[in-house]
């Protein structure tokens, strides 16, 4: 640069900013009036030993009057990888492979999403996450604009589950809940909501008659409500087979509902109630119960009469 007597630390600072490449943050003076100055990220844009002198001359007073000190090694361009589990509709594991790789001298990565399997990739498999200066994230793009990651779940020719589009969620935009930029060793972390194929195990409903499921995927889902009819004249249902009953003329319609909330009625669930027992079947049930009893009671006597005997005869 050339220096004249209109020259000032702020021409320097300029020329040592050009001389360096440096574009993303201004070569400046902090507080104590030392020169700082942020090279571009990544090694091959390392700044070395900076000397200044004069072109052509040996000014002593200009060899003697700046020493720069590094302060920060520099980093090459980072990348960081996170593998996601999915599930398609038929209950099927997927499993994508991300990968955000730093641009260099921006607050920006850019990031693309793989299959480990031979799944197909439809559409928003690539894109952009940018950060502001603070760590936050500003924004998440995709790179054709898709709005979600979409694949199919096979290899082309083949059939199978239904395609699938992922919302991918970076967090509140300002905010720390999702996706940070910090200068710090870290690892990405991904949290599915989906769940693979699951057989039910058991079930239970309660006051209200809502039936839920419990799954050996370790999910529990509601599978449906038990409905409640109700009548102005129950005494004019007719009785049919199987100790039900039936709409009459003199029973009059049905008003259907639920239990609980402005009802007055709750299901107790485990419990018989008593005017659905069929007590032909009971009385049946407890006698061959009770001839069961007895018939094993008999053997349990007749065994301990024969090993009375034997220990008779031993002695």
């Known amino acids: 640069m050339s220096v004249d007597a209109a020259t000032t630390v702020a021409d320097l600072l300029a020329g040592l900013q050009v001389a360096l490449g440096i574009s993303t943050t201004p070569v400046s003076l902090d507080v104590d009036g030392r020169i700082v100055m942020n090279g571009e990220v990544g090694i091959e844009n390392a700044l070395g030993q900076v000397d200044i002198r004069e072109v052509g001359e040996v000014n002593p007073t200009l060899e003697t009057s700046f020493g720069f000190t590094e302060t920060q090694e520099a980093d090459d361009g980072s990348e960081f990888t996170a593998s996601a589990t999915v599930y398609d509709s038929l209950g099927d594991v997927h499993n994508v492979l991300f990968t955000f ?54 290899a082309d020719g083949t059939t199978g589950a239904l395609p699938l589009t992922l919302q991918i969620d970076a967090g509140q935009f300002g905010g720390l809940s999702g996706l940070t930029q910090y200068a710090a060793n870290e690892t990405l972390q991904t949290i599915a909501d989906g769940h693979t194929v699951g057989s039910l195990l058991d079930y239970e409903i309660n006051s209200d008659g809502v039936i839920i499921g419990r799954f050996s995927n370790d999910t529990v889902q509601t599978l449906g409500q038990i409905g409640l009819a109700r009548f102005s004249n129950t005494q004019g249902l007719l009785r049919t087979e199987g100790n039900t009953f039936q709409v009459s003329g003199n029973s009059g319609l049905a008003i259907e509902g639920f239990a609980g909330g402005e009802s007055d009625t709750f299901i107790t669930s485990g419990a018989l109630e008593g005017s659905n027992v069929d007590l032909t079947q009971e009385l049946t049930n407890m006698v061959i119960a009770q001839r069961a009893f007895q018939a094993n009671a008999k053997v349990i006597t007749t065994g301990d009469q024969i090993l009375q005997d034997i220990v008779s005869m031993v002695r």
């Open 101 to 154: 790789t730093k641009v260099i001298g921006r607050n920006e990565w850019n990031w693309v999403a793989e299959m480990e399997g031979d799944e197909v990739m439809v559409s928003g498999n690539t894109g952009t996450a940018s950060f502001a200066e603070t760590g936050e994230i500003i924004a998440f793009r995709y790179t054709d604009d898709a709005g979600g990651l979409s694949f199919r779940p096979q």
